[in-house]
T-cell receptor
Framework: DADVTQTPRNRITKTGKRIMLECSQT?????MYWYRQDPGLGLRLIYY???????NKGEISDGYSVSRQAQAKFSLSLESAIPNQTALYFC?????????????FGEGSRLTVL | AQSVTQLDSQVPVFEEAPVELRCNYS??????LFWYVQYPNQGLQLLLK??????LVKGINGFEAEFNKSQTSFHLRKPSVHISDTAEYFC???????????????FGQGTILTVHP
């Protein structure tokens, strides 16, 4: 089984619908992240959490919200999806310390908003 | 804050040729540096990292990178590429304070390496 699991892997939805992307990890890491990948733009940070009680906005948080239900679970919600939120979304985990920059990624959730 | 610039968006190369993927960074503090690789339809995985010590670091699959503090660069190299190296490569940086990292990892825009037979 994968260390970082994202569900669903693919989702097609319509404008205005609420969507939730879920992430769970078995690595025991304290830090979890949600990134968005668009061609030519690299990875952009949406939200991140350094522990269950710590949630922080990233560079592109507008239109998104998150919930850290437990150390191992971090979900991303789009309250009212719009077409420009069509992208590949990645969850990642990491550990506080000298290796904080070493992240472990899920396989991605491809979201299409029509 | 840190920033990362990958100087080439796409690099085509023939099999068994050498390749260099260029990465420059900007930071007012010391940094740790990383290269990640993303194979088609997969998530990113760590290729190599520079934390301290020798400026030449070796990673998986025969890749290496050299940290050049004066030029603020961390270029990735491989002397002979294979078809299986076709992927997107991301350079990333995080601030370093007193031997531990802090803040968030900042990624470059990515370089698509395509290896032709």
């Amino acid at each position: 089984d994968a260390d970082v699991t994202q569900t669903p892997r693919n989702r097609i939805t319509k404008t205005g619908k609420r969507i939730m992307l879920e992430c769970s990890q078995t690595k025991g890491h304290d830090r979890m992240y949600w990134y968005r990948q668009d061609p030519g733009l690299g990875l952009r940070l949406i939200y991140y959490s350094f522990d269950v009680k710590d949630i922080n906005k990233g560079e592109i948080s507008d239109g998104y919200s998150v919930s850290r239900q437990a150390q191992a679970k971090f979900s991303l919600s789009l309250e009212s999806a719009i077409p420009n939120q069509t992208a590949l979304y990645f969850c990642a985990t990491g550990k506080t310390g000298v290796n904080t920059g070493e992240l472990f990624f899920g396989e991605g959730s491809r979201l299409t908003v029509l | 804050a840190q920033s990362v610039t990958q100087l080439d968006s796409q690099v085509p190369v023939f099999e068994e040729a050498p390749v260099e993927l260029r990465c420059n960074y900007s930071s007012s503090v010391s940094v740790y540096l990383f290269w990640y690789v993303q194979y088609p339809n997969q998530g990113l995985q760590l290729l190599l990292k520079y934390l301290s010590g020798s400026t030449l670091v070796k990673g998986i699959n025969g890749f290496e990178a050299e940290f050049n503090k004066s030029q603020t660069s961390f270029h990735l190299r491989k002397p002979s590429v294979h078809i299986s190296d076709t992927a997107e490569y991301f350079c990333a940086v995080i601030a370093n304070a007193g031997g531990t990292s802090y803040g968030k990892l900042t990624f470059g825009q990515g370089t698509i390496l395509t290896v032709h037979p």
